[in-house]
């Protein structure tokens, strides 16, 4: 008996050490990079409707969080208006709500996020007014499926958590499943984009226009503005301003959940010279061209 007991235990640890070694090679397949600035992420696998927190660590990312949630009455991939779906994308809290003067089906708090994005506008998506909020109080778990296309939480998790939502920071994955990936191909992918995204902030910063549009898309979209019309407006930017210097801070890097081979990056941009100054958040949707290239096809600011 005891000899078994021994071998019990024994290969108890042994799975346990290949368990973690295992989960040490991977890692959410949407989180290629987060700078210290961004404590948190958070992914909603809409499938097991359940809400991930991932948190920074000494170590690399790890699980802070994972609970229950409900999306849209009519599930996933919002198009349109008042279809109660819920939006699958990259999305940023842009505020927090005082819901004592809201309707009770908020909850504690509420967090709105900024559909439509830059890529969902280019998709021609419409509708606004998705947010992670709470429930009805004492209201418990709502429906996996009942709400207008918000994400819902039982309000005792949303209220241990409502400090990991920082306005203009935090990220909100919404998936249809979550997905895993090796962190040698996440390693890989964060150095190109690096590189592309320094490329696009030498060239900026030179005022080179040919180098500058060569990081564009033949199909880029800009708020209406197609490439021919984009180059034209760089042009006269360039012109006007000429070289200046640009450091990028803050570099964020995910993957988008829905799009596949689409990466968006986002960061603080510092522009100087000696007649001006500024300093923005900025988005670059990043996707590879028919011959492996990076090119630029959607870009915003916030």
Known sequence: MVRVLVSASIHCVLLFVAVSAFAETLQPAYVLQLPESVGDVFIADTGAATLYRFEQSSSGMRLGHEGYMSIGQSGVGKERAWD?????????????????????????????????????????????????????????????????GCIALPNEDLAALKDKFVPLVTPVIVTREMRW?????????????????????????????????????????????TLHEWASFRLQTFEQRGAVKIVIEDLLLLADPEEEGLFIARFHETMSSPELGSRTIKRLYWRRDDEGEWRIVAEDNG
């Open 181 to 225: 990936e090796n962190t040698e191909t996440i390693h890989d992918l964060r150095r190109e984009l690096n590189v592309a995204v320094k490329a696009w902030a030498q060239y900026y910063g030179d005022a080179d226009l040919y180098a500058y549009l060569a990081l564009y898309a033949d199909d880029f979209s800009y708020r209406g503005m």
């Open 84 to 148: 109660r779906r819920t939006p699958l994308g990259i999305y940023f809290v842009v505020d927090q709500l005082d819901t004592s003067s809201l309707h009770e089906r908020y909850g504690v708090t509420a967090f709105p996020l900024d559909y439509p994005n830059a890529w969902d506008r280019r998709q021609q998506r419409t509708g606004d007014g998705i947010w992670v909020h709470g429930v009805i109080l004492g209201g418990g778990k709502r429906p996996p499926r009942d709400t207008d």
